[in-house]
């Protein structure tokens, strides 16, 4: 019921009138029962705009942070989070990213939407990067379908560091259900978890047109804040 509350008389009204959201394949979305909606990952704004469009509960599994900060503005954080129907999960791997799967999995069980970034982060740079396997097992074992969503500009509303939105219009471009059911009974195989990945970022590069780099986006980030070494000489 909070969810509700917030989201069609609180924020949907003003993001709809501020930014104007341009939306394509509406009608992809089941109305009922559950589905996973597999999107590209620009700004943490992401996780707002998507549910706004969408008729239906959107849950979104978020680093666990986001529940755990202290002081009145973890509060303020942990409410906002929880009223936009965001999912604490660990990323730290191992049990507690099985954890996560299982969290997962009882959404797409009750007949719920679950919203997920295969590429496990923002993109550092506007491109479309490599995708985590965690979306292809939870696909076949929840035998669910899988919706690919492209988020269009919503790197230039919040870029990455920015506390404050910029006022401009953004996109989203949904596609088709994509059908893995010839997978079935193979979610340990990790050839065919690969496969399933590589094709749903394909789909995502064809819907939203992104440059995409065959590399994971946590390494790209790893990589640009890591101390740069100068050389000593004798």
Known sequence: MFYFLAKYLLIAPVLKTLFRPWVIGLENIPAKGGAILASNHLSFSDSVFLPVIVDRQVSFLAKSEYFTGKGIKGFFVKLFFTASGQLPIDRAGGKASEASLN????????????????????????????????????????????????????????????????????????????????????????????????????????????????????????????????????
């Not at 970034?117 to 985590?132: F, M, N, Q, V």
């Not at 870029?159 to 006022?167: D, E, L, Q, R, T």
């Not at 065919?192 to 946590?218: K, P």
């Open 103 to 234: 969290t997962g999995l009882r959404v797409l069980a009750r007949g719920d939407l679950l919203g997920i970034y295969p590429e496990g982060t923002r993109s550092p740079d506007a491109k479309l990067y490599r995708g985590r396997t965690g979306v292809a097992r939870m696909v076949l074992e929840a035998h669910v379908p899988i919706i690919p969503v492209a988020m269009i500009d919503t790197e230039k509303v919040m870029p990455i560091g920015s506390k404050i939105p910029k006022i401009r219009r953004i996109g989203i471009v949904i596609g088709e259900p994509l059908d893995f059911s010839r997978f079935e009974g193979l979610e340990s195989d990790r050839f065919i978890l690969r496969s399933v990945t590589d094709e749903i970022m394909y789909e995502l590069h064809r819907l939203g047109g992104q440059e995409y780099a065959d590399v994971y986006a946590t390494s790209v980030k790893e990589k640009r804040t890591r101390p740069v070494r100068t050389a000593t000489t004798k």
